[in-house]
């Protein structure tokens, strides 16, 4: 059952009350907690909110505050959303991992006065840069444990809050009612802070028409019901997990389930079983990557069995999932891997019950995503962003490309800029940066058309392929096109690679630091008996680079086979002592090579890879996770790799 | 854990609720606790350290009366505790640990915990054997009260594996939960840290503390780590070949020049 | 390879309690318990009579057996004593008691047999182990001889049998000769049926956990509160429960008269023992598991080597069948001591997992 | 009130009025005694050594006895079958240690004592699978002649049978004192972990343990067979020394002794006297019940020693 636009539902507040009337004993939120998945039905989730907004407004919050949220993906925060709003405020959902001067800064820009945190972790955090938060008045926890000794008289607990809230309900019939009554499609809904590659986070702000608009209208074309069930594992404040798990929860009615904690996401998946899934590219693969290592410790009939009928998938899976003929004994043997394997494999991976699945962030392997699709996964890749309020280009059903990003979505227009970038208009359309008008004139123009950044183009079926950041598309002194992050991506389809970054912009050749990921290469290393200490020591070991370098070589290979990208092949390589880490700043929290500051801080390795030399000595410091640093000295070898001539390379194939 | 510049605790301490009176216990002549007196005040933690063979262990077994001193009386809460019977000691509200770990090993943590929870259940065989109405409304209560003990300690993630599988850490952890799960007013902890690594024991000190600060409860505790006896504990009672040597607070025992001669084993010349 | 189970996530404790927590499960069971109850419809009479209502009762009888050691770890040789009572109780009851209905009298014996039981299991306070072993042996010799000498017991018929007088059960006759096969299996299914479902909802309550904690630990269990000789003779006296109703069954539905030979140490208490061993100590299903191949071990040893044209005197079939029995029981207990339950246990881990290892 | 009278007041008069009768009994009594003695001696071997509950050893009577009359029925002289038997009982122990004991090293007394029930039904099937199961006579040339000792009917086989008995336990005490496989097993019995640490392998010593009480049981088997023939009923004879180590002690060698006599002396005794009382044949359960008054008054023997329980 879809919700009427027409009844003036333009406010998360007023569809909350819609779902409590309309689907009231349905479940809304789950949360997997002592033990078992906690449930609130819509017209119990619809009691909390109301106990919360009260509570918050007997605190003296008051319409266009900004309440700041942070902490794991908990019902009780996403309700600390609908509440925020009902009583006129705005949420400013903020990363739960973020460090205390990350979280400072954004405090700080977005002026909160009320934060709602999670648990005695981020109240620590929030205490330790109060005194530089002048604005921040009232923090309120929502999990007392270890909470007791803290006498601080701005601290709330939730549970009091709302109980403070009913009391104010009860003391003011028709507040509530008002209030909600007060908000409009056009007001301001959220402020999502977009973790940039560079410069400082901005606040993106979107609408409520911005979000229901583009939730549901995807929500209809995908035919997403009230039936639907998804975990919400990733980052609150990240667009897309506001849109699946707010804004088309809210307009379909669907439940959302939480996780008992980031460790135990895997298993909990398995036991919700989602029928609608988002994942960046990174999870599925390494979900691939544990099945695929799992496979190999079977025994070997098993191995056998599981091989033959993958093969069967992948000739013919693709084609039965988009309803394509297919020969009626390919159809038997589908029918019986499906028994054999592919049932069991959903089922083991939790996605049995799964029809729509998502990826998005960055491209997916063409084997990985081919992989998911052939065990009858109706997996898609879509294009978005935070300006969009996600939605910009979704694959439509029966009509996937593993290389393009699918067709604008509902109510979106494309157009490619004279320059290659991708621009979208759309209802989803941010209202601005919140306190930097500059670079909203940057990205919007003043009829409502977006800068992605993205360099594409739309082929002749209307579907939008995805080049690079416009930015990052660079050339070689030779002017062969270099498109780094498709190098990357290519290398990081191997399952031994976990990170890539490539050099090549105005130098003479490509060249490449890798990233082995630990758990596939150290479980090779283990069936060949290879005893190794840690990441440094395994990266080290010379026939950890030649499985790599056969990785490159590979690559190459395929880089050969077209005009364009064959000068662009990986001339040297070598495995990095470390893992890039966010950490260390050299990812973003959402997982991106912060390119500048790998450049900056392996300069000398840079230098060794265009030089002739065939290794590099280096010293390093990691910070671990709890703020301890540490040097470590590594002697890296650098490898020459194949390189394939293109004539070469056709005349084999 | 309450940092270090507020007030250690929100607790007081209170009364006497337990009072060791010239105990004396002997096994077929072996002298195992001469003549030991001592109190223990409500809601405070007090550790016994003392060198191998000190008695430490017996003091506890007579305190819940897995031993029965031949000579002597231990009063807790107004009643005599030295002649009663072992159960009757959970029933009292004492719960314990064991030196080496005493967990159910057949069982999974969960229901470790639950047994732990056996005492507050009443309802009798003809509803068990139905496990439906009653019975199974009181089972899931308790099923809740057991998932906050193993949410208190942080063992969601082994809460239905067989106890005989975990790594030792985590068993004297269950172990602790077993005994929290009684909800007692004094609990007695025989080596609550010993061959644990230093982040376990960390955990440990911090449950430790939790607990008393958190339920109240009395907690009376035997260990070889002399920092974490100093650090967690009001008071200290020092045994050595069965005598009592010293009692007082961390300091004062620190100063105690017998102590320091006999166990510290400082010289101080 | 069967199971489905993402998706079937537990909202409240009473579901994730459940015996059977996976749907496919709960539906496998059913559908055993189904066929079980259509069994009439196509087994012989020979099939019935000779194996399938003796597994039942043998079941039910390694049910009480591992409620007791398997549960709650008191060792107990007097198994086929607690049955003997049972089925002389239940011989006196229904030829004493005019007009009393045969279910009635079958679950009063059982009660006979649990205080009996409850006598017995007292030195379990002060003794384990193979001294407890010693005690039951006691029990053991001392009620079949007493049922052997005293007239009374068997109301001082000259054979010195007891036989199952005719009794109705919903108009349809149940005991006695005149008892069809197919009514008295349908009889012994039920009780085995109910007695298994009791049975576990015991072992998996308060008091299944203090009976578990008395075998594992029972000094610890002590200190926890669990009182032991309440806890034990609960034991014994349960235990004894499932032995007496099936000891009545025994003779009321299978055998229809019997002496106490019937109940002797090599007929019912060492077979009952190995039973649970092979199936699994501490476990339910594995009780049943571990009767239905005891049951059938002597049945293929009669039927086989004829079918191969062998011909092997009854004697020689009884030997190999101990040096068969003997020899399974020390491979269970090197190679899998918790028995075929454990097996089935892993099995239904590799399916649930396959096709992976892990 | 006749019962009363018939268990608690007739018994005592008969014994009064015929005390040679009463004196007699004790004599068959301490003869049969003996043999439980002789089998509970077996048990107590394992026990002490390896903690390990041989329900079997009733079993390896059985089996001892029976191949020794197998073999002599195929015409093998005495003192060879003797030997052969001996041997056997030795191969017995090597296969006992090699497919069944080193396989459950470190596993809980009541498997121990489970797997020995299986043993029990091996042994007592394969011995009968060889050399049948119908009884047999056993002639070993032990005389049997009754004779009197003043007003006292005695008989030389009980006398023999009894010396016999001693002969062993005066051959086993040399053994365990002045040999050094002998002392070694001492030292295993005082404490385990101390004997093993000073290197005498566990593997030696369950053969050695198991060879004793395979030759143990031969001797048993041998004077029992003699003195009621070969047969099945053997195995079960020896579960009497059950409640002999019972009251004896497990790990005591003079409480098998003694257990076995009272058991041996009891049962004759209360057949004699009190069997009329209950209708006869409560030598089937006398031995039992008495244990199990025991093990409710004194659950560790006569000569066994109080455990203190540690936690």
Do not use: C
């Given at each position: 059952m879809s919700v009427d636009t027409a009844t003036g539902l333009d406010t998360f507040p007023r569809l909350l009350a819609l779902n409590a009337r309309i689907r009231g004993g349905k479940p809304a939120s789950r949360e997997k907690d002592y033990g078992i998945w906690q449930t609130w039905t819509w017209a119990e989730v619809a009691e909390e909110v109301r106990a919360l907004a009260c509570g918050l407004a007997a605190l003296g919050f008051r319409r266009g505050d900004r309440l700041a949220i942070i902490g794991d993906n908990r019902p009780h925060l996403y309700w600390a959303m609908p509440a925020a709003q009902a009583v006129g405020g705005v949420p400013v959902p903020v990363y739960q991992d973020s460090v205390a001067e990350e979280m400072q800064y954004v405090l700080e820009h977005a002026e909160c006065r009320f934060a709602l945190v999670e648990n005695q972790e981020q109240v620590d955090k929030l205490l330790e840069i109060k005194d530089r938060l002048p604005a921040l008045e009232t923090v309120i926890y929502h999990f007392p444990r270890g909470m007791r000794h803290y006498t601080q008289p701005f601290l709330h607990l939730y549970a009091k809050v709302q109980e403070q809230g009913r009391e104010f309900d009860a003391a003011h019939a028709g507040f509530y009612e008002a209030e909600v009554a007060k908000g409009a499609g056009a007001d301001l809904a959220v402020m999502l802070y977009t973790s940039g590659t560079t410069g400082r986070p901005k606040g993106v702000m979107l609408s409520f028409d911005n979000i229901i608009q583009t939730a549901r209208n995807a929500a209809q074309w995908e035919g997403l019901t009230e039936d639907d069930e998804m975990l919400a594992y990733l980052p609150m404040a990240w667009v897309g997990d506001h849109i699946f798990s707010v804004g088309q929860a809210y307009t379909t009615g669907f439940c959302v389930a939480c996780p008992e904690s980031a460790e135990t996401v895997l298993q909990d998946l398995r036991e919700i079983g989602p029928t609608y899934f988002f994942a960046p590219p990174r999870i599925f693969e390494n979900i691939?990557?544990?099945?695929?290592?799992?496979?190999?410790?079977?025994?070997?009939?098993?191995?056998?069995?599981?091989?033959?009928?993958?093969?069967?998938?992948?000739?013919?899976?693709?084609?039965?999932?988009?309803?394509?003929?297919?020969?009626?004994?390919?159809r038997v043997k589908y029918k019986l891997g499906e028994f054999l394997v592919y049932g069991p494999l959903k089922n083991v991976l939790g996605l049995t019950r799964m029809h729509l699945g998502y990826t998005a962030g960055e491209a997916i392997g063409p084997d990985i995503f081919d992989f998911y699709r052939s065990l009858?996964?109706?997996?898609?890749?879509?294009?978005?962003?935070?300006?969009?309020?996600?939605?910009?280009?979704?694959?439509?059903?029966?009509?996937?490309?593993?290389?393009?990003?699918?067709?604008?979505?509902?109510?979106?227009?494309?157009?490619?800029?004279?320059?290659?970038?991708?621009?979208?208009?759309?209802?989803?359309?941010?209202?601005?940066?919140?306190k930097n008008d500059a670079a909203t004139a940057e990205t919007k123009t003043p009829d409502g058309w977006v800068h992605t950044g993205d360099a594409g183009f739309l082929d002749a079926d209307g579907h939008l392929k995805i080049i690079d950041r416009a930015k990052d598309v660079g050339r070689l002194t030779d002017g062969t096109l270099f498109a780094p992050k498709y190098?990357?991506?290519?290398?990081?389809?191997?399952?031994?690679?976990?990170?890539?970054?490539?050099?090549?912009?105005?130098?003479?050749?490509?060249?490449?630091?890798?990233?082995?990921?630990?758990?596939?290469?150290?479980?090779?290393?283990?069936?060949?008996?290879?005893a190794y200490t840690g990441y440094t020591d395994l990266a080290g070991r010379p026939e950890v680079l030649e499985l790599i370098a056969d990785c490159v070589d590979k690559v190459n290979a395929d880089l050969a086979q077209d005009d364009k990208l064959a000068g662009s092949q990986i001339r040297r390589f070598l495995i990095l002592h470390k893992e890039l880490d966010a950490d260390d700043g050299e990812l973003t929290r959402t997982r991106k090579v912060r390119r500048t500051v790998v450049a900056e801080r392996y300069g000398d390795l840079i230098a060794a890879l265009y030089s002739d030399r065939d290794h590099c000595e280096v010293t390093a410091t990691v910070t671990f996770e709890d703020g301890r640093t540490d040097t470590i000295h590594a002697d890296l070898k650098i490898r020459d790799a194949k390189v394939v001539p293109p004539g070469a390379a056709r005349a084999a194939a | 854990m309450p940092d270090g510049t507020q007030p250690p605790t929100g607790r007081v301490v209170g009364d006497v609720i337990m009072k060791v009176e010239n105990v004396s216990l002997s096994f077929g002549g072996v002298r195992a606790l001469?003549?030991?007196?001592?109190?223990?005040?409500?809601?405070?933690i007090l550790a016994i350290i003392g060198p191998n063979g000190a008695g430490k262990s017996s003091m506890l077994n007579c305190i819940n009366g897995f031993y029965h001193p031949q000579e002597g009386a231990i009063t807790y809460k107004g009643k005599r505790r030295d002649t009663a019977k072992t159960f009757e000691a959970a029933e009292e509200g004492i719960a314990r640990t064991f030196q080496n770990i005493a967990l159910f090993k057949g069982m999974s943590t969960l229901d470790n915990i639950m047994t732990g929870r056996g005492l507050k259940m009443k309802k009798n065989l003809l509803w068990q054997a139905l496990y439906y109405g009653p019975a199974l409304k009181e089972e899931l209560e308790h099923r809740a009260k057991a998932e906050e003990v193993i949410d208190f300690l942080e063992i969601e993630a082994i809460r239905k594996t067989p106890v005989g599988r975990l790594p030792y850490g985590l068993q004297k952890r269950v172990e602790l939960g077993r005994a929290l799960a009684a909800e007692p007013d004094l609990l007695l902890l025989d080596e609550p840290m010993a061959g644990m690594n230093h982040e376990e024991k960390e955990d440990m000190v911090r449950y430790i503390l939790d607990v008393n600060d958190e339920f109240g409860t009395t907690i009376v505790l035997i260990e070889h780590d002399m920092s974490v006896v100093m650090d967690i504990s009001d008071r200290v009672v020092v045994l050595d070949y069965g005598k009592k040597l010293a009692d007082g607070t961390p300091d004062e025992v620190k100063r105690n020049q017998d102590v320091i001669d006999a166990y510290l084993g400082v010289s101080h010349d | 390879m069967f199971y489905r189970e993402a998706g079937q996530f537990k909202t409240t404790y009473a579901d994730d309690q459940a015996v059977f927590p996976i749907l496919q499960d709960k539906i496998a069971v059913l559908a055993v318990i189904a066929v079980a109850y259509s069994v009439p419809l196509f087994a012989n009479e020979y099939w019935l009579q000779a194996i399938l209502i003796q597994f039942l009762v043998f079941a039910l009888m390694a049910i009480g057996l591992n409620i007791l050691m398997g549960y709650a770890g008191q060792v107990s040789l007097g198994t086929g004593a607690f049955a003997a009572v049972g089925a002389y109780a239940c011989y006196k009851l229904t030829t004493n008691i005019e007009g009393l209905n045969v279910i009635v009298a079958i679950l009063l014996s059982g009660g006979f047999a649990a205080a009996v039981g409850i006598v017995f299991g007292l030195p379990s306070l002060r003794i384990k182990g193979f001294y407890l072993a010693v005690a039951t042996l006691a029990a053991q010799f001392f009620i079949l001889w007493l049922f052997n000498k005293v007239g009374w017991f068997y109301n001082d018929n000259p054979s010195g049998t007891i036989t199952a007088p005719p009794r109705e059960l919903f108009g349809v006759q149940i005991t006695g000769p005149a008892a069809t096969p197919e009514a008295r299996y349908i009889v012994c299914l039920t009780f085995l049926i109910v007695g298994a479902w009791i049975a576990k909802n015991l072992a998996r309550g308060r008091i299944g956990r203090s009976w578990m904690a008395i075998r594992d630990m029972d000094i610890a269990a002590e200190i926890i509160g669990i009182r032991p000789l309440r806890t034990k003779l609960l034991a014994f006296a349960i235990s004894s429960f499932y032995c007496g109703v099936a000891g009545a069954l025994m003779v009321f539905c299978w055998l229809g008269s019997a002496e106490t030979e019937a109940f002797d140490l090599a007929a019912v208490s060492f077979p009952v023992l190995f039973m649970i061993i092979i199936g699994g100590l501490g476990s339910i299903g594995g009780?049943?598991?571990?009767?239905?191949?005891?049951?059938?071990?002597?049945?293929?040893?009669?039927?086989?080597?004829?079918?191969?044209?062998?011909?092997?005197?009854?004697?020689?079939?009884?030997?190999?069948?101990?040096?068969?029995?003997?020899?399974?029981?020390?491979?269970?207990?090197?190679?899998?001591?918790?028995?075929?339950?454990?097996?089935?246990?892993?099995?239904?881990?590799?399916?649930r997992k396959w096709p992976f290892p892990y | 009130m006749d019962f009363l009278q018939a268990v608690f007041v007739t018994p005592f008069v008969e014994i009064w009025e015929s005390p040679f009768f009463f004196i007699e009994l004790v004599l068959v009594g301490l003869s049969t005694g003996v043999l439980y003695s002789l089998v509970a001696l077996g048990f107590v071997l394992i026990f002490k050594a390896s903690g390990m509950f041989n329900f079997a050893q009733g079993a390896m009577v059985l089996f001892a006895a029976l191949t020794l009359v197998g073999l002599m029925e195929h015409g093998v002289p005495l003192w060879a079958a003797l030997i052969l038997s001996m041997a056997v009982m030795v191969v017995l122990a090597f296969v006992v240690e090699r497919l069944m004991l080193r396989y459950l090293v470190n596993q809980e007394g009541l498997i121990l004592f489970m797997a020995t029930i299986g043993l029990n039904f091996i042994l007592e099937g394969t011995g009968q699978l060889f050399w049948g199961s119908d009884v047999k006579r056993l002639e070993i040339g032990i005389p049997d002649k009754p004779f009197d000792l003043g007003p006292i009917l005695l008989n030389t086989f009980d006398v023999t049978a009894a010396f016999i008995g001693a002969a062993l336990v005066v051959s086993l005490a040399i053994f365990f004192q002045k040999t050094p496989m002998g002392r070694a097993l001492r030292a295993v019995a005082d404490d385990h972990q101390a004997a093993l640490s000073v290197g005498i392998p566990l593997k030696t010593i369950w053969i050695a343990v198991w060879t004793i009480a395979g030759i143990v049981a031969l001797v048993a088997g041998i004077v029992w067979g003699a003195k009621s023939g070969v047969q099945f009923s053997l195995s079960l004879i020896a579960l009497k020394a059950l409640p002999v180590l019972i009251l004896g002690g497990f790990t005591s060698v003079p409480g098998a002794i003694v257990g076995g006599l009272i058991i041996g002396v009891g049962e004759k005794v209360?057949?004699?006297?009190?069997?009329?009382?209950?209708?006869?044949?409560?030598?089937?359960?006398?031995?039992?019940?008495?244990?199990?008054?025991?093990?409710?008054?004194?659950?560790?023997?006569?000569?066994?020693?109080k455990i203190i329980e540690r936690v």
């Open positions: 691939l990557t544990t099945v695929m290592i799992r496979i190999e410790d079977a025994a070997s009939w098993k191995q056998r069995m599981f091989h033959y009928f993958m093969a069967v998938a992948g000739r013919v899976g693709g084609d039965i999932l988009d309803g394509k003929p297919v020969p009626f004994l390919d009858g996964l109706n997996l898609k890749q879509l294009y978005g962003s935070t300006e969009a309020s996600v939605f910009i280009t979704i694959q439509p059903n029966g009509d996937i490309r593993s290389d393009s990003v699918g067709v604008p979505a509902p109510g979106v227009e494309i157009r490619v800029a004279d320059n290659g970038e991708v621009m979208f208009k759309s209802p989803g359309v941010f209202q601005a940066y919140y190098l990357e991506n290519k290398l990081k389809f191997f399952p031994f690679v976990s990170e890539a970054v490539t050099f090549g912009n105005g130098r003479d050749y490509v060249a490449a630091f890798i990233n082995m990921d630990l758990e596939a290469v150290g479980n090779w290393a283990e069936r060949r008996g290879l | 001469d003549n030991v007196s001592f109190d223990v005040r409500e809601h405070e | 009780s049943i598991l571990g009767a239905a191949f005891i049951v059938l071990v002597p049945i293929f040893l009669t039927n086989f080597p004829p079918m191969i044209g062998l011909e092997i005197s009854t004697a020689l079939q009884k030997h190999f069948e101990e040096i068969i029995f003997g020899a399974m029981i020390v491979i269970f207990l090197i190679v899998e001591p918790e028995g075929v339950a454990r097996l089935w246990q892993i099995l239904r881990e590799k399916l | 209360a057949e004699g006297f009190w069997g009329p009382a209950f209708g006869g044949a409560i030598e089937n359960w006398f031995a039992y019940m008495l244990a199990l008054a025991f093990l409710v008054f004194r659950p560790q023997g006569l000569f066994g020693e």
